[in-house]
């Protein structure tokens, strides 16, 4: 159901991109852990206290740092970009360009292309999300060595965080995959993530905001549960669902939809 010859185009048409995002994913959680320094930042805390980054910044250990910060911020805008920007590019933008009729003179059948796109940038994100993994992993032995760590939780929230992707790369490449025009795919790929990441957002800042949180798949990548112990498989498991059922669902429509070849 792959085809090597278009995963190749594919992957030379975006790894410039993919390594752009990767390496400034990769330096921000780099960065955060070197400089990390408990003391300092329980000092900063205290000038902030009674602000909405006094939820942000007074957090004692590194991992609940991240958790607030890096997992709930960087670590999610960034990678949601490089969806939006890479699941249009993949179907929607070649419709729109009319590339996609030349691709479709070809043999190649319909099934194979929207394969094999997909499986282009769940890959993608995989290795992402593995190269952050170890580079962070790396970090934290050179300069938090004395640091109490569970590696164990640092790696479930990139298991989360590479789960929480995953879904919504589901919702851009099923838009990607149902529009034959940009300014539409763009419309409700890009938008729909980007209202959840707001939701989740304006929720984590604001008690009175709470509610927003029931309104985005967001909530469901629990940092604070990861790191408590408590029961989160269940949300994972929905989130890899929604990606999953998004995916077939990509692969259904493109082959039923009539375009304008």
């Known amino acids: 159901m792959i085809n090597g010859t278009i995963f190749k185009q594919t992957l ?3 790894v410039k991109l993919w390594l752009i995002f990767t390496i400034v994913l990769t330096l921000l959680q780099v960065v955060m852990v070197a400089v990390f320094d408990a003391s300092t930042l329980a000092d900063v805390s205290h000038l902030v ?26 670590g999610v805008i960034f990678p949601i970009i490089y969806i939006i920007m890479t699941a249009n590019s993949l179907i929607a933008s070649q419709v729109d360009r009319g590339s996609m009729a030349y691709l479709l003179s070809t043999p190649t059948k319909r099934s194979t292309i929207i394969v094999t796109q997909a499986f282009y940038l769940i890959v993608a994100l995989v290795v ?40 919504i790369s589901g919702i851009s490449f099923f838009f990607s995959s149902y529009c034959n025009l940009t300014k539409n795919s763009l419309a409700f790929g890009a ?3 980007i209202a959840f990441f ?8 604001d008690d009175s905001l709470n509610v927003l949180s029931y309104f985005t798949i967001n909530a ?20 890899l669902g929604i990606g999953i059922v998004l995916y077939i669902a ?12």
């Open 12 to 14: 030379r048409a975006n």
């Open 198 to 205: 707001l939701f989740q957002l304006l929720s984590s800042v």
């Open 220 to 239: 469901l990548f629990d940092t604070t549960a990861i790191l408590e112990g408590e029961n989160y498989w269940w949300k994972l498991i929905i989130l």
């Open 191 to 193: 938008g729909i993530p």
């Open 49 to 74: 206290e009674g602000t909405p980054l006094a939820g942000l910044l007074g957090q004692s250990t590194l991992l609940s740092m991240l958790a607030s910060t890096f997992y709930s911020i960087h």
């Open 128 to 167: 992402m999300f593995f190269i952050e993994t170890v580079a962070g992993l790396i970090t934290i032995q050179v300069f938090q060595s004395e640091t109490d760590i569970m590696v164990a939780d640092y790696v479930m929230l990139n298991v989360g965080l590479f789960l929480l992707m995953f879904a």
């Open 250 to 261: 990509s692969l259904e429509v493109f082959k039923r939809k009539d375009l304008p070849l």
